[in-house]
């Protein structure tokens, strides 16, 4: 079946400092890859995604690269905000027929910290 | 001009109650989902409509019954409320054959007492 692994969390790090968060997936067929963003109290919000292996999707400073031969999708940061505290999740779409469904990794809590 | 609105934001509630959330998109997709968030952040696919039709139904108990009167709209009625009913229900669209992910709605925190 198709899945998603994001390392656990929570994340805790200082203003300005490299984020990484790790995301693997195993999927029958191509999916197309995404990162959603969780702020508190809030809904899903799509971050960035990418279609095909190779692609690099990128938005706010974020940046996450389609890796087919690694199956990954690792999310990064070079400077991190306060603002940017929330719960970040990984997910693949696979289309099956009229059945698309997007399947989500566990979230990884983020903390900046001023 | 929201895109995926649900209501209602809150809902309290007792054990044994019925109850109803409603979802309304104005996107113009032809397909719905509900989603359920627990309390680690989990989130798991409960149901999904394309244009009214039901495409994805996942093991979730038969007390939980969507209802798509068109294809904008995806109401999650709850029969027999449990305490393990309690969580963040997310709405959710999205067009079929596009890549571009979907659409969530705020969410609807239930809170079963």
């Known amino acids: 079946g198709n899945s998603v692994t994001q390392m656990e969390g929570p994340v805790t790090l200082s203003e300005e400092a490299f984020l990484t968060i790790n995301c693997t997936y195993t999927?029958?067929?191509?999916?197309?890859l995404f990162w959603y963003v969780q702020y508190p109290g809030e809904g899903l919000q799509l971050l960035l995604k990418?279609?095909?292996?190779?692609d690099k999707g990128s938005n706010k400073g974020f940046e996450a690269t389609y890796r087919k031969e690694t199956t990954s999708f690792h999310l990064e940061k070079g400077s991190v905000q306060v603002s940017d505290s929330a719960v970040y999740f990984c997910?693949?779409?696979?289309?099956?027929?009229?059945?698309?469904?997007?399947?989500f990794g566990s979230g990884t809590q983020l903390t900046v910290l001023p | 001009d929201t895109a995926v609105s649900q209501t209602p934001k809150y809902l309290v509630t007792q054990m044994g109650n019925d109850k109803s959330i409603k979802c309304e998109q104005n996107l113009g997709h032809d397909t719905m989902y509900w989603y359920k968030q627990d309390s680690k952040k989990f989130l798991k696919i409960m149901f999904s409509y394309n244009n009214k039709e039901l495409i994805i139904n996942e093991t979730v108990p038969n007390r939980f019954s969507p209802k798509s009167p068109d294809k904008a709209h995806l109401n999650l009625h709850i029969n027999s409320l449990e305490l393990g009913d309690s969580a963040v229900y997310f709405c959710?669209?999205?067009?079929?054959?596009?890549?571009?992910?979907?659409?969530f709605g705020s969410g609807t925190r239930l809170t079963v007492v």
């Open positions: 959710a669209s999205s067009q079929h054959g596009t890549s571009y992910g979907y659409t």
């Open positions: 997910a693949l779409l696979i289309s099956s027929g009229s059945a698309r469904q997007l399947t």
């Open positions: 999927a029958t067929g191509y999916p197309s």
């Open positions: 990418a279609t095909k292996a190779d």
